[in-house]
């Protein structure tokens, strides 16, 4: 499993981008392009490697044509730009999420105590119930599609509940 993981980190990382010129179709001038968020990312590179002809991801305010390289406002169709994927080291890859969807920063986090907060606040949650580890992270994934919901970042939380989902089938998978 190790080297599983080392052979991972060695594997370049698609990170995607849209051409943020104010005129995205013309030739004329340097050309801009912008980051997708991380997991904007992710969710293209998800639907470029399904097995399916037509490749289209919808993502919260555009529908990404991934046949024809172009992103598409889902609110003035007109509106289109170029898209683009780069290969980048994961070393390259590494800082921190730069665009999340969550609320305003609390006064204090969960790590400003080592996590005793943390554990409180799930004790606390936990108390009266009895769930199973199972049940706990199906709990946590529909709280983050709920705010995600609330937030209207309806693609980034369901991709985030899935993929939590999706590691805790593994870890049952493999045993642990």
């Known amino acids: 499993m190790t080297s599983q993981a080392i052979k991972a980190a060695d594997q370049p990382r698609a990170q995607w981008y849209w051409k943020s010129n104010s005129e995205p179709r013309s030739t004329n001038?340097?050309?801009e392009w912008t980051k997708y968020s991380d997991i904007e990312s992710a969710i293209m590179e998800e639907a470029l490697n399904r097995k399916n002809a037509t490749k289209l991801v919808e993502l919260d305010n555009y529908s990404i044509n991934l046949n024809d390289s172009i992103q598409i406002s889902k609110?003035?169709?007109n509106?289109?730009?170029p898209i683009k994927r780069v290969l980048i080291s994961r070393n390259e890859s590494q800082g921190l999420r730069e665009?999340?969807?969550f609320l305003p920063p609390l006064s204090k986090t969960f790590s400003?105590?080592?996590g005793e907060s943390a554990y409180t606040f799930l004790s606390q949650w936990k108390q009266g119930k009895e769930l199973s580890d199972a049940e706990i992270v199906n709990?946590?994934?529909n709280g983050i599609i709920i705010e995600g919901n609330q937030l209207r970042q309806h693609c980034a939380s369901q991709y985030i509940a899935r993929q939590l989902t999706a590691e805790l089938e593994e870890l049952y998978n493999i045993g642990l």
């Open 112 to 114: 400003d105590d080592w």
């Open 29 to 31: 001038g340097k050309e």
């Open 79 to 81: 509106k289109q730009r």
């Open 75 to 77: 609110s003035d169709p």
């Open 99 to 101: 665009e999340r969807f």
């Open 139 to 141: 709990e946590a994934a």
